[in-house]
T-cell receptor, first 116, second 112 residues
Framework: DADVTQTPRNRITKTGKRIMLECSQT?????MYWYRQDPGLGLRLIYY???????NKGEISDGYSVSRQAQAKFSLSLESAIPNQTALYFC???????????????FGPGTRLTVL | QQQVKQSPQSLIVQKGGIPIINCAYE??????FPWYQQFPGKGPALLIA?????SEKKEGRFTISFNKSAKQFSLHIMDSQPGDSATYFC???????????FGKGTMLLVSP
């Protein structure tokens, strides 16, 4: 989805290195999410943010940190990468529909991260 | 957040067949149940969704069946085509957190 972009698309790094994955969106949504996808494990929520000042831990936040620089930008950092953080990472955005808890999320194209 | 259990992990059907993917949940607070479709190299995209106040929803060849008492829901793909080959994820939304909990996914292959 061109409205949600992720950079880089692929990254190979070494154990112990700091790495940042970036997400930008032009959908005007307040809510942004970071997920990790591993084969057989589905999509697991790392962090989510409902606005610039509201950041929350997800299911698997250990070893990760995030920064919401603006409504449109949400970055994920690995302070000291380790091999079991090798995965496909997705950013997503959503907004509320008035009157309900409808929560369609729009996903970016993903970043494939390999930690050697 | 409660788990959403999805089965089978993979599925192979012939063109024209009707693959069925099942999901079960425990958290009765869930109030929105979407299915996402993911093609290789792409992010997941919403396919179809249902709320617990209806038992069935159809959109084209895709149907969600929902059984509130059993806390189960399923995706049926009528007249499946090779272009439907993808990974399918069920999910559930808890309005207290406004986040989605995903199943582990089903890799569907529709053979020509």
């Amino acid at each position: 989805d061109a409205d949600v972009t992720q950079t880089p698309r692929n990254r190979i790094t070494k154990t112990g290195k700091r790495i940042m994955l970036e997400c930008s969106q032009t959908k005007g949504h307040d809510r942004m999410y970071w997920y990790r996808q591993d084969p057989g494990l589905g999509l697991r929520l790392i962090y989510y943010s409902f606005d610039v000042k509201d950041i929350n831990k997800g299911e698997i936040s250990d070893g990760y940190s995030v920064s919401r620089q603006a409504q449109a930008k949400f970055s994920l950092s690995l302070e000291s990468a380790i091999p079991n953080q090798t995965a496909l990472y997705f950013c997503a955005t959503s907004d509320l529909v008035a009157g309900g808890s409808y929560n369609e999320q729009f996903f970016g194209p993903g970043t494939r991260l390999t930690v050697l | 957040q409660q788990q959403v259990k999805q089965s089978p992990q993979s599925l192979i059907v012939q063109k024209g067949g009707i693959p069925i993917i099942n999901c079960a949940y425990e958290n009765t607070a869930f109030d929105y149940f979407p299915w996402y479709q993911q093609f290789p190299g792409k992010g997941p995209a919403l396919l179809i969704a249902i709320r617990p106040d209806v038992s069935e929803k159809k959109e084209g060849r895709f149907t969600i069946s929902f059984n509130k008492s059993a806390k189960q829901f399923s995706l049926h793909i009528m007249d499946s085509q090779p272009g439907d080959s993808a990974t399918y994820f069920c999910a559930a939304s808890d309005p207290r957190y406004s986040t989605l909990t995903f199943g582990k996914g089903t890799m569907l292959l529709v053979s020509p």
